[in-house]
């Protein structure tokens, strides 16, 4: 196995911008970690989670820039380390080169490593190659939170490239919980929370409660005040978090990472536009 099965795998689309191709070239990067991270042990330990999991496994129609995982059980004592020699070893076979950074800070329940890789704008043939400046590099981001909330839920999905292998997810209720509480909780405005609401919204997606409530628990506004929360006590306070909003701001974090068809309609999103998603997604909820 060599350079050519991303080659391939890239050619398989003939992509809109230079944007889209970079995009889509990071993604064909985060499977091929993903399967060196399959074909060790740490999917007996973590759970995939986030966005990029959501694309990969459940097709959301967005680009994702990192990979997000828990724990399954809290250790405090977690290391990148002997899974980022797991990776680079593994990659190697693909013709990849990471320069793989530890940012982790024993004050902080998340570890966070980073890979760089410089080379491959410079041995692939890419649709839209620069003609001067600098080539294509890709970063990605791995986090891993080592105290999660309590009361997740998980699956076991496949990936087929570069190879097969498992990968341990959170189910779709568990991820919208963890996304619920970016949306309730999180200090600043990330558009791309909001469009993945949307989506686990038309999809009719059921909230994890336990482990939402443990996670209002554990940090946010809600920190240390033992809510038990429900399907009424989100729609109420997801609709105060929506008319605060500046949709410009929300739509123009998002443009980049969907495609050409999609940007009118995210620029048209209005404050009545995701109270009517709300309000559907709660009705369904019975």
């Given at each position: 196995m060599t350079i050519h099965i991303i080659q391939e795998r890239l050619n398989q689309q003939r992509w809109e911008t230079q944007i889209a191709e970079q995009?889509?070239?990071?993604?064909?990067v985060q499977e091929v970690i993903l399967a060196a991270l399959g074909r060790g042990d740490f999917f007996k330990h973590a759970l995939f989670q986030g966005g990029t999991c959501l694309r990969i496994f459940h097709g959301l129609d967005r680009f994702s820039e990192n990979l997000d995982f828990i724990l399954r059980e809290p250790n405090p004592q977690f290391n990148w380390t002997d899974y980022?020699?797991?990776?680079?070893?593994?990659?190697?076979?693909?013709?990849?080169?990471f320069s793989i950074k530890d940012k982790s800070d024993f004050r902080t329940a998340v570890k966070k490593v980073f890979l760089k890789e410089d080379s491959l704008g410079k041995v692939l043939t890419l649709q839209y190659a620069p003609k001067t400046g600098p080539v294509i590099q890709i970063r990605i981001k791995l986090e891993v939170d080592t105290n999660p909330p309590e009361g997740s839920d998980f699956?076991?999905?496949?990936?087929?490239?570069?190879?097969?292998?498992?990968?341990?997810?959170?189910?779709?209720?568990s991820l919208f919980a963890?996304?619920?509480h970016a949306l309730l909780c999180r200090s600043y405005i990330k558009g791309r929370d909001w469009y993945d609401f949307l989506w686990y919204a038309n999809h009719g997606t059921p909230i994890n409660y336990r482990f939402l409530s443990s996670a209002l628990d554990q940090g946010g506004p809600w920190s240390g005040s033992d809510l038990v929360?429900?399907?009424?006590?989100?729609?109420?306070h997801l609709a105060q978090q929506i008319q605060d909003l500046d949709m410009k701001e929300v739509s123009r974090d998002v443009l980049t990472f969907v495609s050409e068809a999609e940007q009118d309609a995210?620029?048209?999103?209005?404050?009545?536009?995701?109270?009517?998603?709300l309000s559907?997604?709660?009705q369904r909820q019975g």
């Open positions: 995009q889509a070239l990071r993604e064909i980022a020699n797991q990776i680079e070893n593994e990659v190697e076979a693909y013709g990849l080169n699956e076991i999905k496949h990936i087929t490239f570069p190879l097969s292998t498992s990968v341990a997810v959170q189910d779709l209720p963890g996304k619920m929360v429900d399907t009424g006590w989100v729609a109420e995210v620029e048209a999103w209005s404050t009545d536009y995701f109270l009517g998603r559907e997604w709660t």
